[in-house]
């Protein structure tokens, strides 16, 4: 019996991100079936990433899917991330969210 072998696409969005491109990107992500992840840290890319899941469900809405969002906090460890003049942070508090696709 062959097991079925999941994709999953983790996109990380900033503030600066474009809803619209990364909608495209949400949709062509679950039209190869792949489950989709947006990673988040800070109320601006949050915004950014709901306005792409809202322009990526009306795209999705002639196929007869909706899609739907499940987050959850997790920690991320930065203590190797370094920035120009400044102390690196250890630890931060992100959001993920879980893409859920309605047929």
């Given at each position: 019996m062959a097991k079925k072998v999941e994709e999953l696409e983790v996109l990380k969005v900033a503030g600066s991100t474009n809803p619209s491109s990364l909608a495209g990107a949400i949709v062509k992500i679950i039209n190869k079936n792949a489950d989709c992840e947006l990673i988040t840290i800070g109320?601006?890319?949050?915004?950014?990433?709901?306005?792409?899941v809202a322009i990526a469900n009306r795209l999705l809405g002639s196929s007869g899917m909706a899609l739907s969002v499940k987050p959850c906090f997790f920690t991320l460890d930065l203590s190797k991330e370094t920035q120009k003049g400044k102390e690196p942070k250890a630890e931060v508090t992100a959001l993920k969210f879980k893409v859920i696709v309605e047929k």
């Open positions: 109320a601006g890319p949050c915004n950014q990433a709901m306005k792409a």
